[in-house]
């Protein structure tokens, strides 16, 4: 069965940069199949999309935060990363690891969630 | 802002029949995806394509599409169904996805 992990620190200061990653275990992250995402929920809203990347390094961002993300992948590892710069009080959310299906429109295994607070 | 829009919130008698709507300029193109998300979990997948469900969600759960706008329906509802649901699509450039705002459904 499929799992997906993220991790990271749980406490990001303002103006600070926020890094996760997230570790894929039962399948492999090279499976051409898929994107890998991070989608983000801050407390009691709605869920944002933030950015996915396939295997071969090739990136999809949010308009609304490109200039800030960076998601990378590490094949060697089944890792992505997520690196998310100037944080304030609004990057302040619950962020979530999943797999994207390339043809359909579909997230369909999901991390638990890690919940990143930005505050001083 | 979300390029699909929800109804904040819908309630529903147990067992009876209740339908979430998506409206979006992008779902004359793109079909939606369906997510349920209770409190304290991660979303989880119910719908997709119109009408397929992954393995293990109930036939209850039922996908549609029309024109600018996807639907969820949920044939006698549960109270385990009681949840937050989400749809899913592309924005209108079809490279970037976008969620909408979410309908909470109260199951009475």
């Known amino acids: 069965q499929l799992q997906l992990q993220e991790a990271g620190p749980g406490l990001v200061k303002p103006s600070e940069t926020l890094s996760l990653t997230c570790t894929v275990s039962?399948?492999?992250?090279?499976?051409?199949?898929?994107?890998w995402g991070w989608i983000r929920q801050p407390p009691g809203k709605g869920l944002e999309w933030i950015g996915s990347?396939?295997?071969?390094?090739?990136?999809y961002y949010n308009p609304s935060l490109k200039s800030r993300i960076t998601i990378l992948v590490d094949t060697s590892k089944n890792q992505f990363s997520l690196k998310l710069t100037s944080v304030t009080a609004a990057d302040t959310a619950v962020y979530y690891c999943?797999?994207?299906?390339?043809?359909?429109?579909?997230?369909?295994?999901w991390g638990q969630g890690t919940l990143v607070t930005v505050s001083s | 802002s979300s390029e699909v829009t929800q109804d904040p919130a819908v309630s529903v008698a147990l067992g009876q029949t209740v339908r979430i709507t998506c409206q979006g300029d992008s779902l004359r193109r793109f079909y939606a995806s369906w997510y349920q998300q209770k409190p304290g979990q991660a979303p989880v997948l119910v719908s997709y394509n119109k009408n397929k469900r992954p393995s293990g969600i109930p036939d209850r759960f039922s996908g549609s599409s029309s024109e600018n706008t996807a639907s969820l329906t949920i044939t006698g509802a549960q109270a385990e169904d009681e949840a937050d649901y989400y749809c899913e699509s592309r924005d209108s450039s079809g490279n970037h996805y976008v969620f909408g705002s979410g309908t909470t459904v109260s199951v009475l």
């Open positions: 990347v396939y295997y071969s390094g090739s990136t």
């Open positions: 039962g399948g492999s992250i090279s499976n051409s199949n898929y994107y």
């Open positions: 999943a797999r994207q299906f390339v043809v359909e429109n579909l997230f369909d295994f």
